[in-house]
């Protein structure tokens, strides 16, 4: 594309405010994490005092840590899979063309605007033991005898909150995927068709390696976004019972708000980035990201 | 059965069944939590369950509106929802016009710092975060969630703007300034209102987030006249009798401007995220 290719300063002028607000206040404070991760310090008071690695030694004998840490990629796993399947399903059903096709978008992608807490307490009661409507319709299909304690065993407080946030997460594959399909010529579907490849045929041959890129880029996003749930988890199990769901965010922020010990808290922190980190990089290259279309 | 309705048939089985299903599906949480806000609240926790208001009141949306402090959390998330929205549009605008127009040196680098804080979690910027407000003086006060809301915002709506100037023809401003624009007014009076639908789904995007976002807004503020909804909903939970129509009216509250923004925008949220997905 052509550009205003001019030396000016123009172009630093227009984007300064947004690097100074990015600089102050997220390149800052993540430096300061770093920094502070080699350190004891508490907000409460007391002075920083340089300890090396200790903070990082103290964690590995740390056991709700480990069990954070331990949760971490089922819980990406057990999220992401179903979200990116249906999200997928729900694309291809609603790229047809039929009558009310509007309004079924509208309708199908408003969980993706509402907020995490919300959807927790929405969740929170659709599943409450004693007057949830889901233990009732259960009941009343003969399907369990008893109305079901979602939120006592390890299992079922964790399929509660899979449940939900499936149900907002969908839709963002969902829009990422449609956008995707409608970029697909039309004319390579009737080619194939004259050439006899069936319905799933051309699904796996012509649709997924022309939304692949879509499909890489938004599972990554997701998988960070989902390991950043901090809302969902906080208030419908707080990573309970007995610490059986809780992830490293979650632990994190229950720490920090419990003891304020900035030092500790932070060094998990340092943790939760890298290991992003390194998940991002082995994922793009693994996945062979934009190998095929120049961006 | 002729060729026509077996064809009639299919349609309906591969096409509107599953599509309904699905829609019902979507919107049944929703559908129970308008069925609990308006069921008499003594009445919510009792058995049989029903699946429509048995117990028919207005009283939990009224009591909700009246009680002084929810209220007071719609007016806090509205004036944090809609500065956030106003910073941000207002960065975007220059700002994914400066790294879509422009050829500079530090552009490859800033797309790259763009795109790195999508990386990382935000509950890092939680802990040192916390000492900066404090140190600045406005721990405790809305002001701190804007600035946090319109940071952690900013590089994907800046992202996707890029993408929607990407759209319009540069022939476009390179006329209006033959014809003695300047180039901020060939941005105002010729791009902009070209790239309005773009900009109209990024303040959405924004407004919608800062609009939902609960963990700052949980640790950052302190007194209850300042929470904001998803705070006040969350602590209402927690009371000793929790109530229940309480909450579910305030949920209802709650959604109704975000569902109602969504409403409006839905048309040009394909092409946006396939934008913003672009680069």
């Known amino acids: 594309m052509k550009m205003l290719a001019r030396r000016s300063a123009i172009p630093y002028v227009m984007l300064l405010p947004t690097l100074a607000l990015i600089a102050v206040f997220m390149l800052y404070p993540m430096l300061d994490t770093v920094w502070l991760s080699f350190h004891e310090y508490s907000i409460m008071g007391g002075k920083k005092a340089f300890i090396g690695l200790e903070n990082f030694s103290k964690l590995m004998k740390d056991p709700i840590f480990i069990k954070a840490v331990k949760h971490t990629i089922p819980w990406v796993l057990e999220n992401i899979i179903p979200q990116l399947v249906l999200g997928t399903l729900i694309a291809l059903l609603l790229n047809q063309n039929f009558k009310g096709r509007g309004l079924a978008r509208a309708l199908a992608f408003t969980p993706w605007a509402v907020g995490g807490m919300i959807v927790a307490l929405i969740f929170r009661f659709l599943f409450n033991g004693s007057v949830g409507v889901f233990g009732d319709i259960l009941l009343k299909l003969g399907i369990t005898e008893t109305r079901v304690a979602w939120f006592s065993t390890a299992t079922s407080a964790l399929g509660t909150m899979i449940v939900a946030n499936t149900w907002r997460g969908i839709p963002f594959f969902a829009i990422s995927i449609l956008a995707a399909l409608q970029n697909i010529p039309e004319e390579i579907y009737e080619s194939a068709q004259v050439d006899g490849a069936g319905v799933v045929r051309r699904f796996f041959q012509i649709t997924l390696p022309m939304i692949k890129d879509t499909i890489v880029l938004t599972t990554l996003l997701r998988t960070i976004w989902t390991l950043n749930i901090v809302d969902i988890i906080y208030s419908m199990t707080n990573g309970g019972p007995n610490n059986s769901t809780i992830t490293l965010p979650v632990y994190i922020m229950q720490k920090f708000t419990a003891t304020l010990d900035s030092g500790y808290c932070s060094a998990m922190a340092v943790l939760l980035v890298g290991a992003l980190l390194i998940f991002s990089i082995i994922y793009l290259n693994v996945s062979k990201y934009g190998k095929e279309t120049i961006y | ?279």
């Open chain 2, 1 to 279: 059965m002729s060729i026509k309705s077996k064809k009639k048939m299919r349609k309906a089985l591969t096409c509107y069944l599953p599509v309904i299903m699905w829609i019902l599906i979507t919107i049944f949480p929703y559908y129970w939590f308008i069925n609990i806000s308006l069921t008499d609240n003594s009445m919510i926790m009792k058995l049989p369950v029903y699946y429509y208001p048995h117990f028919f009141t207005f009283d939990n949306y009224k009591k909700i509106l009246t009680a002084m402090d929810f209220a007071q959390n719609f007016k806090n998330s509205l004036i944090v929802a809609t500065m956030t929205t106003l910073v941000i549009i207002a960065l975007s605008i220059f700002g994914g016009y400066a790294m879509s127009r422009y050829q500079f040196k530090a552009k490859s680098g800033v797309m790259l710092l763009l795109l790195l804080t999508q990386m990382f979690p935000g509950i890092i910027l939680l802990i040192p975060l916390f000492s900066v407000f404090v140190k600045l003086k406005i721990y405790d006060n809305l002001l701190s969630l804007i600035i946090v809301n319109a940071t952690t915002n900013l590089p994907f709506c800046m992202i996707m703007c890029c993408g929607f100037y990407a759209g319009v023809p540069i022939t476009l401003e390179e006329a209006a300034q033959i014809d003695g624009c300047t180039t901020i007014q060939a941005l105002f009076k010729i791009v902009v209102p070209a790239i309005l639908p773009g900009i109209v789904t990024c303040g959405a995007f924004a407004f919608v987030n800062s609009w939902n976002e609960f963990v700052y807004a949980l640790n950052f503020i302190n007194t209850s006249s300042k929470f904001t909804i998803p705070v006040a909903l969350s602590m209402m939970q927690g009371e000793f009798t929790v109530n229940y129509g309480g909450i579910a009216a305030g949920t209802i509250i709650a959604l109704i401007p975000v569902l109602l923004i969504f409403a409006y925008i839905q048309k040009y949220l394909v092409a946006g995220m396939s934008g913003a997905v672009k680069g």
